[in-house]
């Protein structure tokens, strides 16, 4: 079988934010330097393949395993197999997000004892699965879709490899189904050229219809559609929502990416001017998860339209992100010590006062949310009014 990956960094195809001269991941590598590191990002953006090149660089023996069938003891094998020797392992994990605590704790004593160089992957962000004490001693990396012009490097390489020929039309096809993930250009071409050395588009088309995918054209992206649908939701226009949907949904975007964007839209954009909003999107996510196209579609209009409609108010994604920002800029403050455990000496609980007291939550005043009193958000601000109000009537 035809091996297509690059066998060296200088080979590698994208991610140049990481692997180009000069970039902080290129410098780490180059000087023997990379901690313990986890990848994430879209399939088919090359985070095996980078973890094999610098198992390569580094002169490591690589052991790829992953989250979903990975035992702890094939783990402790590997680390005793070199506990003798003066070269530790690269133990690269898949699927990361999907390790259990135990395992994670497992990991700690390799990451801290340096007994191997721990690398993983994940299509979905592991901050979030990761506990914070494999965080603080690994470094997270972002892989970035391909986009075409790195696709259609990868598809000259296989073409190469293969001695494949193949019409300019038919090639810009198969960039734009591809969608910036390696494996599906690969995939294509190695099923076409079982079937012939030249290769048409309609043979092409065969393989893919064109009623599937032609949501896209070339002179288009999957994130200038994406973004066209956020901004007509965030717009309040129904039919533009619908008809940059319908475009996705063609060209075959999985239904999945499309409620994640639904989801942050709910809270971002509506927030608490509709709170129903986010129930919605979150039960179209866990719906579309189980319920394939075509009827998904249904799933995603009905939660695409509702968005569209509902009234707007990024208050609380203003709020977080201004305290965010004061925090990284300094501002930490102690906390009081009626709030402290265990004691809680001189805390008022409210409930004893009849759902109200006054008294201090922070050690210096702050002014980080600011209500717009858009739809929900007036009755939150009639409440919060009325019950600061009840301690003086």
């Given amino acids: ?211 599937y995918h032609d949501g896209v054209r070339s002179a288009d992206t999957h994130y200038d559609l994406a973004s066209a649908l956020i901004k007509s939701m965030r717009g309040s226009d129904v039919d533009a929502t619908l008809y940059y949907l319908a475009r996705l949904i063609v060209a075959g975007e999985p239904p999945e990416f499309l409620a994640r964007r639904m989801v942050i839209f709910a809270s971002e954009d509506i927030g608490n001017a509709n709170p129903q909003a986010l129930l919605l999107a979150t039960a179209t996510i866990e719906a579309v998860k189980n319920i394939g196209y075509p009827e998904a579609r249904i799933i995603l209009a009905q939660c695409a339209v509702y968005l569209a409609s509902s009234p707007k108010s990024n208050s609380s994604y203003l709020a977080i992100n201004k305290a965010i920002a004061a925090v990284e800029a300094g501002e930490i403050l102690p906390v009081p010590a009626h709030l402290k455990p265990p004691h809680f000496k001189g805390y008022k609980y409210p409930h004893d006062f009849g759902g109200y007291v006054e008294q201090e939550y922070m050690t210096k005043k702050m002014k980080l949310y600011e209500s717009k009193g858009i739809g929900y958000e007036k009755r939150l601000d009639e409440w919060i009014a009325k019950i600061r109000g009840k301690e003086s009537s």
């Fill in 1 to 211: 079988m035809v091996d297509f990956r690059p066998q060296n960094i200088e080979e590698f195809v994208g991610q140049s934010h990481l692997v180009a001269p000069g970039a902080l991941f290129r410098k780490l590598l180059e000087n023997s330097s990379l901690p313990n590191s986890f990848f994430y990002g879209p399939p088919g953006t090359g985070k095996t393949t980078l973890a094999r090149i610098v198992a390569k660089i580094l002169e490591k023996e690589f052991y790829e395993l992953n989250a979903t069938s990975l035992k702890i003891d094939d783990m402790r094998k590997i680390i005793k197999q070199h506990a003798s020797t003066l070269f530790r392992p690269l133990i690269f994990i898949d699927e990361v997000h999907r390790l259990s605590k135990t395992q994670q704790e497992v990991l700690l004593p390799i990451m801290e004892n340096n007994e191997a160089l721990i690398l993983g992957a994940s299509t979905e962000n592991p901050f979030f699965s990761l506990t914070a004490a494999v965080r603080s001693r690994s470094l997270l990396f972002a892989f970035k879709p391909l986009n075409d012009e790195e696709i259609r490097t990868i598809a000259r390489r296989v073409l190469d490899k293969l001695e494949l020929k193949i019409e300019e039309e038919a090639l810009e096809y198969l960039v734009r189904i591809s969608q910036g993930d390696a494996r599906n250009i690969i995939k294509f071409l190695q099923t076409l050229s079982v079937v012939s050395k030249n290769i048409t588009l309609n043979l092409v088309k065969e393989l893919a219809p064109s009623s």
